[in-house]
């Protein structure tokens, strides 16, 4: 799908902030992340029960029980006469691997499988672990013509191990899902929804919300008017205030920049008679054009700036002196119109884009903006740059 298809308002997706990469920029940013990450080594040993099947055991605890043999510094096809054969024989021991998730200490880094690879179906990808150091143990006792013997292998520098599986990209909350039956030290549990919450509601009125196709994301209008007059039918004088406002915003290309514009526009009409003098007329009829263009400057920042245009059509009903010094009607459109002039631009204060900026992808890579624009659908879209696809990671020393 293209960008500019985005949708994240459908109510379908759930979505507020997407980020899209490529297969190649996800494995050079996991590759760079993973050559200096630094995870505990873990063991884990196993030793024969009393029916001689493999049981897990805490690899300290074994050592103890082993006279301090420690199985990784033994030598493949150790001496079968040896002490530390016989003490990991008098151990029960059957076998142990021992592993630190990393990048292996390959000559050329750029060789290795990819970490991940996409596929045409989102919901799942194939995902290859490796390990900066992989070693296994085995003690084969003796029995059926075999020797007792003792194997440690660990994985070759010129050809990484690595296991791989598919991985379930499905983040739902499934009742199934296993999470709670693994070891206390595999997951956290944590109480933080047990206090009362409470909210006060207001009644009074009711929203109606309606999504249409369009650059306008919102529009508000607001009408109102009063009136009163004096004497049998208005003889005396009347008086008539009508108020009409409008506001739109659009999210829009113009030019091929990206641009909020905000248009407001506010009518006021007065309407005055006192005994036979007539002032009428739109003394506020003024439009405000403020529209914001949304760019990356050269070091890749996102900012925005804005341009005001304000046509004013307001005319001031007045009459002439004469009879103006006998209603007073120059002096309340005046004050009418002094009151209605409050209208400023729209002065949007904070257009959050920082907080994008200080985005960080997997690794620790930040990145810049190489340009901003809007989807057909109003979507705020960005291509960046972060990291180069084709350099390799940093080397591992070995």
């Not at 033994?74 to 592993?99: H, I, T």
């Not at 999470?179 to 909210?199: F, N, Q």
């Not at 248009?263 to 739109?282: E, H, P, Y």
Request: overall charge negative; proline content about 6%.
């Amino acid at each position: 799908m293209s960008a500019s298809a985005s949708n994240l308002s459908n109510s379908h997706y759930g979505y507020h902030f997407v980020v899209a990469v490529t297969e190649a920029s996800i494995n050079a940013t996991l590759k760079a992340f993973m050559a200096t990450l630094q995870e505990p080594v873990v063991t884990v040993c196993y030793v024969a029960d009393g029916t001689d099947s493999p049981t897990q055991m805490d690899y300290e605890k074994f050592k103890t029980l082993a006279g301090g043999t420690n199985p990784f510094t033994m030598p493949n096809d150790a001496d079968p006469e040896g002490a530390d054969v016989q003490n990991l024989l008098k151990a029960r021991f059957m076998s142990a691997f021992r592993a630190q998730l990393g990048i292996p200490p390959v000559q050329d880094p750029a060789t290795l499988p990819d970490i991940v690879t996409l596929s045409s179906d989102i919901s799942a990808v194939e995902y290859n672990m490796f390990c900066s150091e992989f070693t296994i143990v085995h003690l084969n006792p003796s029995g059926d013509y075999a020797p007792l013997s003792f194997t440690s292998i660990s994985q070759p520098s010129d050809n990484p191990w690595y296991m791989q599986s598919t991985v379930n990209l499905n983040l739902s909350a499934r009742d199934n899902s296993g999470y709670a039956d693994l070891p206390v030290d595999a997951h956290c549990d944590a109480d933080g929804l047990s206090s009362d919450m409470s909210v006060d509601f207001t009644p009074g009125g009711q929203a109606s919300l309606t999504e249409t196709s369009g650059a306008t994301v919102l529009s508000y209008s607001y009408t109102a008017s009063s009136s009163d007059d004096a004497g049998s039918g208005g003889a005396l004088g009347s008086l008539y205030i009508g108020t009409t406002y409008n506001m739109e915003t659009q999210f829009t290309n113009i030019n091929g920049n990206a641009s909020v514009v905000i248009s407001q526009n506010l009518i006021i009409t007065c309407d005055m008679k006192r005994n036979f003098t007539v002032t009428d007329g739109n003394i506020v009829d003024k439009t405000i054009v403020d529209t914001y263009t949304l760019a990356v400057d050269e070091s890749g920042t996102l900012g925005a700036t804005m341009i005001s245009h304000t046509t004013d059509n307001s005319v001031t009903p007045s009459t002439d002196d004469f009879q103006d010094f006998f209603t007073g009607s120059n002096e309340v459109a005046s004050g009418i119109k002094e009151q209605a002039g409050a209208l400023v631009s729209s002065n949007l204060h904070d257009i959050p884009l920082s907080v994008l900026q200080k985005y960080i992808f997997p690794g620790g890579q930040t990145f810049a903006f190489k340009d901003v624009r809007f989807s057909n659908n109003q979507d705020l879209l960005a291509s960046i740059s972060h990291v180069d696809p084709t350099a390799p990671p940093p080397n591992v020393p070995s």
